[in-house]
């Protein structure tokens, strides 16, 4: 079943924060967070697997829920290079592949 | 970390024609590998699972017998479009995990393959 992300789109100026949701509607082995940029492969960003947890450095982190369904990623003082479009993937057991969302479209203006 | 190579990067065809692209997993071994499909501005929609030694597993409306999927070895898995038309022309990425790595471990994905059907 397909994660819900939301927003589609969002336009940031430099240096301004942002936050990309991922949930659904039941409960996750994983959440992936990828981005992409325009013809080229996604790039990983990082995995949540426990709930509760969170994880990133000072600039790009998520968090996964208690309850398992629904992360978010935070992006924080944006620079022009954080444009691209971020997909999650969510994953039910450790072998499985992931479902990915539809994306979010992020543009960082200067 | 891992490394996933898939070839080729680009590649156009006339309708009718069948076109292979190759994944390969560099550094490691991958007994499952994962076909995506991106139509512009879409998300990865997963096609097929590839599995070593055995079918793939194909997802739900995805024809079998036009996407042909071969894994021989535990580092090499091949989708091959067959009787390609304009409407298979998409962005084909192809990913792995790495078998040692912990269960849910990060996802490796190749360049990923653009093909063209005029």
């Known amino acids: 079943q397909q994660p819900v992300q939301s927003p589609q789109a969002v336009i940031l100026r430099e240096g301004e924060d942002a936050v990309i949701n991922c949930s659904s509607s039941?409960?996750?082995?994983?959440v992936h967070w990828y981005r992409q940029k325009h013809g080229e492969a996604p790039v990983f960003l990082m995995i949540?697997?426990?709930?509760?947890e969170q994880k990133g450095h000072e600039k790009i982190s998520a968090s996964f829920n208690e309850k398992k369904q629904q992360s978010s990623l935070y992006l924080t003082a944006s620079q022009l290079s954080y444009s691209g479009t971020y997909f999650c993937?969510?994953?039910?057991?450790?072998?499985?592949?992931?479902?990915f969302g539809k994306g979010t479209r992020l543009s960082v203006i200067a | 970390g891992a490394v996933v190579s898939q070839h080729p990067s680009w590649v156009i065809c006339k309708s009718g024609t069948s076109v292979k692209i190759e994944c390969r997993s560099l550094?490691?071994?991958?007994?499952?590998m994962f076909w995506y499909r991106q139509f512009p501005k879409q998300s990865l929609m997963l096609m097929a699972t590839?599995?070593?030694?055995?079918?793939?597993?194909?997802e739900q409306g995805v024809e079998k017998d036009k996407f042909l999927i071969n894994h021989a070895s535990l580092t090499l898995s091949t989708l091959t479009v067959t009787s390609a038309h304009p409407e298979d022309s998409s962005f084909y990425i192809c990913?792995?995990?790495?078998?040692?790595?912990?269960?849910?471990?990060?996802?490796?994905f190749g360049e990923g393959s653009r093909l063209t059907v005029l």
């Open positions: 993937g969510t994953g039910t057991s450790g072998n499985t592949p992931l479902v």
């Open positions: 039941k409960a996750l082995y994983s």
């Open positions: 990913s792995a995990r790495d078998g040692e790595g912990a269960p849910g471990g990060e996802l490796f």
């Open positions: 590839s599995n070593e030694g055995s079918k793939a597993t194909y």
């Open positions: 949540l697997l426990k709930g509760g």
């Open positions: 550094d490691f071994q991958a007994t499952t």
